[in-house]
């Protein structure tokens, strides 16, 4: 079963959102890089190098950032590809059951981990260029280990998806992850998480 699909958009003209100092100053409160929160740190390999961090959101969804907090401390992450990146929308990743580097990635996106799925945590962060949801399928209660970046907003999301988490460095990087093919967003030969780590 599908762990997510994160219903493709067709987002207006939107422009490209401001990086740097102004894209950081644009962040809500409770996004902004917090010493107090942990942040995730993925490195990215592949046609596209750099380095994303994001500052995880415990106290807006605490089991949805333990989840990955731990697949990540545990290594799970590491060598996972982008499997689905549609252009205007999101980079989805994180399947650590299918979605591995070097293995056949023809299920890539329908697994999970060996963990039970976590339930919903739905709150009032709205999905924006930067922010991190939790993949899932039908069921509200079905997230499991994927994930997704936000290349523009999409407000649609909002109250759909869990969001854990809000990219506070690197955005250029997310911006630059390979794309698939239009619909679909399935790539051929895709970027990858490199490593993911957990920093206090």
């Given amino acids: 079963m599908p762990k997510l699909d994160v219903l493709p958009a067709t987002l207006g003209a939107l422009g490209l959102g401001i990086l740097g100092v102004f894209y950081f100053a644009t962040l809500p409160a409770q996004a902004q890089d917090n010493?107090?929160?942990?942040?995730?740190?993925?490195?990215?390999?592949?046609?596209?190098?750099?380095q994303i961090v994001i500052?995880?959101?415990?106290?807006?969804?605490?089991?949805?950032?333990?989840?990955?907090?731990?697949?990540?401390?545990?290594?799970?992450?590491?060598?996972?590809?982008?499997?689905?990146?549609?252009?205007?929308f999101m980079a989805q990743t994180g399947d650590v059951e299918f979605g591995r580097l070097g293995e056949n990635l023809r299920r890539a996106g329908t697994g999970g981990s060996d963990q039970p799925d976590v339930p919903a945590e739905f709150g009032d962060v709205s999905f924006d260029r930067g922010t991190v949801g939790m993949a899932r399928s039908g069921h509200p209660d079905s997230a499991n280990s994927q994930f997704f970046i936000m290349?523009?907003?999409?407000?649609?999301?909002?109250?759909?998806?869990?969001?854990?988490?809000?990219?506070?460095?690197?955005?250029?990087?997310?911006?630059a992850i390979k794309?698939?093919?239009?619909?679909?967003?399935?790539?051929?030969?895709?970027?990858?998480?490199?490593?993911?780590t957990v920093t206090e």
């Fill in 55 to 88: 500052d995880l959101m415990p106290g807006v969804a605490p089991q949805h950032v333990e989840r990955v907090t731990t697949l990540a401390s545990d290594g799970k992450y590491d060598g996972v590809v982008f499997h689905r990146v549609i252009d205007g």
């Fill in 179 to 196: 794309r698939g093919a239009p619909g679909s967003g399935s790539v051929d030969d895709p970027d990858y998480m490199k490593s993911v």
């Fill in 35 to 50: 010493p107090d929160t942990p942040n995730l740190v993925i490195e990215v390999d592949g046609s596209t190098q750099g």
């Fill in 151 to 175: 290349f523009e907003p999409a407000p649609h999301l909002n109250g759909q998806y869990t969001v854990f988490g809000q990219v506070v460095e690197g955005q250029e990087v997310v911006d």
